[in-house]
Antibody, heavy 117, light 108 residues
Framework: EEQLVESGGGLVQPGGSLRLSCVASGFTVSSNYMSWVRQVPGKGLEWVSVIYAGGSTYYADSVKGRFTISRHISENRVYLQMNSLRAEDTAIYYC???????????WGQGTLVTVSS | EVVVTQSPATLSVSPGESATFSCRASHNVRHNLAWYQKKSGQAPRLLLY???TRATDIPARFSGSGSGTEFTLTISSLQAEDSAVYYC??????????FGQGTNLEIK
């Protein structure tokens, strides 16, 4: 069964850092485009970042320069390093698979990040 | 950048009736539009892609139409379990991937 499982969320102070992890099973992350999508409580879905199968990375303007997406091929895992966190980064962060420049066809259950003092 | 606009913001429909959702793109996205169902506490669920192709295990009550800039999602024979927020996503121009702001479906 294909599955994505996120971890690493939690409470962090403004200005702090956190690293989210997403482990995949049943398929290979390096053969897909892997994204992070977030949802602020009570708000809509917002795409955050993507890492292409070829390794290129892209970011939403709201996180550019603060977040870094990466992957560990042998562990079949995708990461999101989040630095200089702000209150407005508080959200549930989902890992999602895009088979190749298309739509997101597989999602994890999400991990909650709370930025608060 | 492509802007995706959904309407209405909220839809209130009785069980057994149909609900129609609208999604409008600021640029021609051809058929590259997907629909998602999002329930509180759950991951988004892919309903349709290519504007009208149902994803795996999605019942025929869910249908989509449109191309270019105007798209519609229709849910017929509404059930209580259909209560959720529905999002469209254009994937013709990316990155960034752009979701609509969502339509909240309430079952009366």
């Amino acid at each position: 069964e294909e599955q994505l499982v996120e971890s690493g969320g939690g409470l962090v102070q403004p200005g702090g850092s956190l690293r989210l992890s997403c482990v995949a099973s049943g398929f290979t992350v390096s053969s897909n485009y892997m994204s992070w999508v977030r949802q602020v409580p009570g708000k809509g879905l917002e795409w955050v970042s993507v890492i292409y199968a070829g390794g290129s990375t892209y970011y939403a303007d709201s996180v550019k320069g603060r977040f870094t997406i990466s992957r560990h091929i042998s562990e079949n895992r995708v990461y999101l390093q989040m630095n200089s966190l702000r209150a407005e980064d508080t959200a549930i962060y989902y890992c999602a698979r895009d088979p190749g420049g298309q739509f997101f066809d597989l999602w994890g259950q999400g991990t909650l990040v709370t930025v608060s003092s | 950048e492509v802007v995706v606009t959904q309407s209405p913001a909220t839809l209130s429909v009785s069980p057994g009736e149909s609900a129609t959702f609208s999604c409008r793109a600021s640029h021609n996205v051809r058929h590259n539009l997907a629909w998602y169902q999002k329930k509180s506490g759950q991951a988004p669920r892919l309903l349709l892609y290519g504007a009208s192709t149902r994803a795996t295990d999605i019942p025929a009550r869910f249908s989509g139409s449109g191309s270019g800039t105007e798209f519609t999602l229709t849910i017929s024979s509404l059930q209580a379990e259909d209560s959720a927020v529905y999002y469209c996503l254009q994937y013709n121009y990316w990155p960034p991937y752009r979701f609509g702001q969502g339509t909240n479906l309430e079952i009366k």
